[in-house]
């Protein structure tokens, strides 16, 4: 099976499709290549990723039955209407919405990566093609890796599963009816009229918000304590010299604990 015969399974968002791939290098690189194929609403599903890419470029595999791998094709200007810088974010929120029914207790971490027990167990990456302005965004959740895979991996920070936090061996195919569901309900909050409600309810749930934080920039490193997310999504951050300063784009570590 290629990404040119994939199989119909399932539903997808808003009336799109469930498309099911064995093997992809990129569920998102895929996707922005051949949008053509796409509907608003497809989930694109790839069984095995082999070369999926995180923010700043890091790599992101996903072994066959072990991870959840996937894209959602965001048209914006197709129902619901939706802001494409938000759709991150609120995507992160219904991924630990979904952890939340597993009974695990969940954190994020700006700008869009989900925390149980102090690590990563999902990421989530959003690309937007200049020419169409259709919005891929691609969700890596880890459900059945071990320790045994961790280690194989150049992890940056400490990763977990649901596997490892459930004691659980998970169906991949359960998991995603579920997150699905989660999605459609989440990804209201990037509305344009529910940004404010979007911004709350990160920071409640955010891991970091009043502790001391490191933020790497391009360029740049800073400190200072987390101030929150604002209205459009950018981290607000109070630095040692009592200066407001605002970042769009970076990676955050928490300095203290939880």
């Known amino acids: 099976m290629t990404a040119c015969d994939p199989v119909t399974s399932g539903e997808g968002l808003w009336g799109g499709r469930r498309l099911v791939v064995a093997s992809l290098p990129s569920t998102n690189r895929e996707a922005i290549a051949n949008l053509e194929r796409y509907q608003h609403g497809d989930v694109l599903v790839a069984r095995e990723q082999t070369e999926g890419r995180g923010r700043m470029d890091r790599r992101w595999s996903s072994p066959d039955g072990k991870g959840l791998t996937f894209s959602v094709i965001i048209n914006e200007h197709a129902p619901p209407l939706l802001i494409p ?125 009043g502790q001391r934080i490191r933020v790497t920039i391009p360029g740049q490193v800073m400190e200072g304590t987390h101030g929150g997310v604002a209205v459009d999504g950018a981290l607000v951050v109070i630095d040692d010299d009592a200066n407001r300063r605002v970042i769009y784009g970076g990676d955050v570590e928490g300095l203290s604990a939880i």
């Open 85 to 209: 810088t938000a759709c991150g974010q609120a995507a992160a929120i219904g991924v630990l919405r979904l952890l939340q029914g597993y009974g695990l207790t969940a954190n994020l971490k700006w700008p869009n990566d989900v925390l149980v027990s102090h690590r990563k167990i999902c990421g989530i990456l959003t690309e937007r093609d200049p020419e169409t302005q259709t919005l891929v965004l691609g969700v890596g959740l880890n459900v059945n890796l071990e320790r045994t895979d961790f280690a194989a991996m150049e992890l940056r920070y400490p990763a977990t599963s649901l596997l490892h936090e459930t004691g659980q061996t998970l169906d991949i195919n359960v998991v995603l009816d579920r997150l699905t569901v989660c999605l459609a309900n989440s990804l209201s909050l990037a509305a344009p009229e529910r940004r404010r409600d979007l911004a709350s309810e990160w920071n409640t749930l955010d891991a970091f918000v």
